[in-house]
């Protein structure tokens, strides 16, 4: 991938040179290599070429051998509420509205505090890391207290600007949410690790002045709008009676349409809307498990995918999920693209890869800096063992990935070449600590 220096040229000093067995790089798309090292330097990758061209170009620091290992870009996870890891259990088997207005609503009222977005955003970090995600899109109450977390444990976040008709204990009406949230991307602008999104909750949850105003902000800003979207069936039949419109109508009205919009879950659209979407530029973010287990539904992959939409995947909240688990996802996408579409070929490994990362960095507008192994961007990567047994035998790193593999074969992760999360875990927190932070919220909670 990048052309060896002048024969005779002084080696190059560079702080880490990993050899794994396979590197998948997602750009240029469908590609595996093995014998190949990837380099990087100051955060960032400098090459990703032969190992023996490694070896004449590049004077390490550290060098990693991987064998059996594949490396690839670090997975995105394009939605989540990452505080909710404190409510994993709290409220299953209920379709979406009952566990909203039953369990979880009535929960965040007593306990959604910055404490305990600060200490469940520290879970949920942790787990993500443990599993290959360098990456999340948070859509949460008190953003500082989830960015303080995501600091700490020197993970990549983009930070949800809420916004919701109802007052809780963040914020009193939509305004309030907006102001405050603005105010808080003002103050940590200046993080490279730190990122912002408007998320207005839903469209059963915003009102039209609201999503005027976010539409302007957006074009201002030149932010993503992440948004619950077309989740339910029920959401829909409510946009009729109270709108005349299904809610991505009513969307394209106001004017929310175009690049900066990830749709999340996207579970039911019809044929017009994947079309729409499409011609809009738009981005989708789909939660399989979540959808799965709140008896969502199943969308259209495979139009999606023939249409050419972008799509990332997310693992939505611990609480509805019930982890914060890409390789699950990645799984349960793939299978439910070829199952629901009746064609085996539908979304395959590499495409399903593709979702996981640089489909992710796309919608987030991150596509620059993260999402694949190019010279240049950020070394947002993990490393995944294929050699254990029972993983035995592998034709395919790609596949193995999608089908076979899961986060407990992650060995590790970087987040702009510094690492992460090593031989199952976290670099910058004890495991006893995470412990602690659950088993109190546990007694809170249950209090």
Same mark, same amino acid.
């Given at each position: 991938?990048? *052309?060896? %220096?002048?024969?005779?040229?002084?080696?190059?000093?560079?702080?880490?040179?990993?050899?794994?067995?396979?590197?998948?790089?997602?750009?240029?798309?469908?590609?595996?290599? %093995?014998?190949?090292?990837?380099?990087?330097?100051?955060?960032?990758?400098?090459?990703?070429?032969?190992?023996?061209?490694?070896?004449?170009?590049?004077?390490?620091?550290?060098?990693?051998?991987?064998?059996?290992? /594949?490396?690839?870009?670090? #997975?995105?996870?394009? =939605?989540?509420?990452?505080?909710?890891?404190?409510?994993?259990?709290?409220?299953?088997?209920?379709?979406?509205?009952?566990?909203? *207005?039953?369990?979880?609503?009535?929960?965040?009222?007593?306990?959604?505090?910055?404490?305990?977005?600060?200490?469940?955003?520290?879970?949920?970090?942790?787990?993500?890391?443990?599993?290959?995600?360098?990456?999340?899109?948070?859509? +949460?109450?008190?953003?500082?207290?989830?960015?303080?977390?995501?600091?700490?444990?020197?993970?990549?976040?983009? !930070?949800?600007?809420?916004?919701?008709?109802?007052?809780?204990?963040?914020?009193?009406?939509?305004?309030? +949410?907006?102001?405050?949230?603005?105010?808080?991307?003002?103050?940590?602008?200046?993080?490279?690790?730190?990122?912002?999104?408007?998320?207005?909750?839903?469209? +059963?949850?915003?009102?039209?002045?609201?999503?005027?105003?976010?539409?302007?902000?957006?074009?201002?800003?030149?932010?993503?709008?992440?948004?619950? /979207?077309?989740?339910?069936? =029920?959401?829909?039949?409510? *946009?009729?009676?109270?709108?005349?419109?299904?809610?991505?109508?009513?969307?394209?009205?106001?004017? #929310?349409?175009?690049?900066?919009?990830?749709?999340?879950?996207?579970? =039911?659209?019809?044929?017009?809307? @994947?079309?729409?979407?499409?011609?809009?530029?738009?981005?989708?973010?789909?939660?399989?498990? %979540?959808? !799965?287990?709140?008896?969502?539904?199943?969308?259209?992959?495979?139009?999606?995918?023939?249409?050419?939409?972008?799509?990332?995947?997310?693992?939505?909240?611990?609480?509805?999920?019930?982890?914060?688990?890409?390789?699950?996802?990645?799984?349960?996408?793939?299978?439910?693209?070829?199952?629901?579409?009746?064609?085996?070929?539908?979304?395959?490994?590499?495409?399903?890869? $593709?979702?996981?990362?640089?489909?992710?960095?796309?919608?987030?507008?991150?596509?620059?800096?993260?999402?694949?192994?190019?010279?240049?961007?950020?070394?947002?990567?993990?490393?995944? $063992?294929?050699?254990?047994?029972?993983?035995?035998?592998?034709?395919?790193?790609?596949?193995?990935?999608? +089908?076979?593999?899961?986060?407990?074969?992650?060995?590790?992760?970087?987040?702009?070449?510094?690492?992460?999360?090593?031989?199952?875990?976290?670099?910058? @927190?004890?495991? %006893?600590?995470?412990?602690?932070?659950?088993?109190?919220?546990?007694?809170?909670?249950?209090?």
């Amino acid at each position: 991938m990048n *052309s060896l %220096s002048a024969a005779g040229a002084k080696p190059v000093n560079i702080d880490l040179l990993i050899r794994p067995q396979w590197i998948i790089p997602i750009e240029p798309a469908g590609i595996t290599l %093995s014998g190949h090292s990837l380099a990087v330097s100051e955060g960032c990758i400098v090459a990703v070429l032969p190992n023996a061209a490694a070896a004449q170009r590049f004077t390490a620091q550290q060098t990693l051998d991987l064998p059996g290992q /594949v490396v690839l870009p670090g #997975l995105i996870n394009l =939605h989540t509420h990452a505080a909710m890891s404190l409510l994993r259990g709290y409220a299953d088997d209920l379709p979406l509205m009952r566990w909203l *207005s039953e369990r979880i609503w009535p929960a965040e009222a007593g306990h959604a505090t910055p404490d305990f977005v600060h200490a469940g955003t520290l879970l949920a970090c942790a787990e993500m890391l443990r599993g290959g995600i360098t990456t999340f899109n948070d859509m +949460y109450f008190f953003p500082d207290a989830a960015a303080s977390a995501a600091r700490r444990l020197g993970m990549r976040a983009m !930070l949800g600007i809420i916004a919701i008709e109802f007052p809780t204990r963040y914020a009193a009406d939509a305004d309030d +949410y907006l102001a405050k949230g603005l105010e808080i991307r003002d103050t940590l602008g200046g993080d490279p690790l730190v990122g912002f999104c408007l998320a207005p909750h839903a469209p +059963y949850t915003v009102a039209d002045k609201t999503f005027e105003k976010i539409a302007t902000l957006a074009a201002q800003l030149e932010i993503p709008i992440h948004m619950h /979207v077309h989740e339910t069936l =029920h959401e829909i039949e409510g *946009s009729l009676e109270k709108h005349g419109v299904r809610p991505i109508e009513r969307l394209h009205r106001l004017g #929310l349409l175009g690049p900066q919009l990830i749709a999340v879950h996207a579970v =039911h659209l019809e044929a017009g809307e @994947i079309d729409l979407l499409a011609h809009e530029g738009c981005h989708l973010a789909h939660c399989p498990t %979540s959808n !799965l287990k709140l008896g969502s539904g199943i969308p259209p992959l495979s139009a999606i995918e023939v249409r050419g939409l972008n799509f990332g995947l997310g693992t939505d909240g611990a609480a509805s999920n019930n982890r914060l688990d890409l390789f699950h996802e990645m799984r349960h996408a793939a299978l439910l693209a070829k199952g629901s579409s009746r064609n085996a070929e539908a979304l395959d490994a590499h495409a399903t890869l $593709r979702a996981a990362t640089l489909g992710g960095a796309q919608a987030l507008g991150l596509d620059d800096r993260i999402g694949s192994l190019l010279p240049g961007k950020a070394a947002d990567l993990c490393a995944v $063992r294929l050699d254990e047994w029972l993983l035995q035998p592998c034709f395919d790193p790609a596949s193995h990935l999608v +089908y076979v593999a899961g986060r407990e074969q992650v060995t590790h992760t970087w987040v702009a070449g510094k690492l992460a999360m090593c031989n199952g875990a976290p670099s910058q @927190i004890d495991i %006893s600590e995470l412990l602690d932070i659950a088993g109190l919220w546990h007694t809170r909670l249950t209090s």
